[in-house]
């Protein structure tokens, strides 16, 4: 059984870059067609997908994101990293980690983390 677990800071400083890992275990993220995901969701709003790592290390990203964004990985501990810079208030949200199966041209959410609330503020 594949388990996801996200850690970070709880709180973060406007202006400040938030950092979040997500560490995996029962499952290599080097697993072929395999796609480590980050998403968000704010209070009182739906699910937002900031990016992926895959499992050969490319990376894509949301748009809207993609200049604060960057995901990395560290295979040699079965986790990947989350850091989204100049954050703003707007930035709350619980950030969850998941996987992804890339199949016949779409992606298939699978396995996800419990969830971390960041809370932007000074």
């Known amino acids: 059984q594949v388990q996801l677990q996200e850690s970070g800071p709880g709180l973060v400083k406007p202006s400040q870059t938030l950092s979040l890992t997500c560490a995996v275990s029962?499952?290599?993220?080097?697993?072929?067609?395999?796609?480590w995901s980050w998403i968000r969701q704010p209070p009182g709003k739906g699910l937002e997908w900031m990016g992926h790592?895959?499992?050969?290390?490319?990376?894509g990203y949301s748009p809207s994101l993609k200049s604060r964004t960057s995901i990395s990985r560290d295979t040699s501990k079965n986790q990947f990293t989350l850091q989204l810079s100049s954050v703003t208030p707007e930035d709350t949200s619980v950030y969850y980690c998941?996987?992804?199966?890339?199949?016949?041209?779409?992606?298939?959410?699978?396995?996800w983390g419990q969830g971390t609330q960041v809370t932007v503020s000074s």
């Open positions: 998941a996987s992804e199966l890339y199949y016949s041209g779409s992606y298939y959410y699978g396995y």
């Open positions: 029962g499952g290599s993220i080097r697993t072929t067609y395999y796609y």
């Open positions: 790592i895959s499992y050969s290390g490319t990376t």
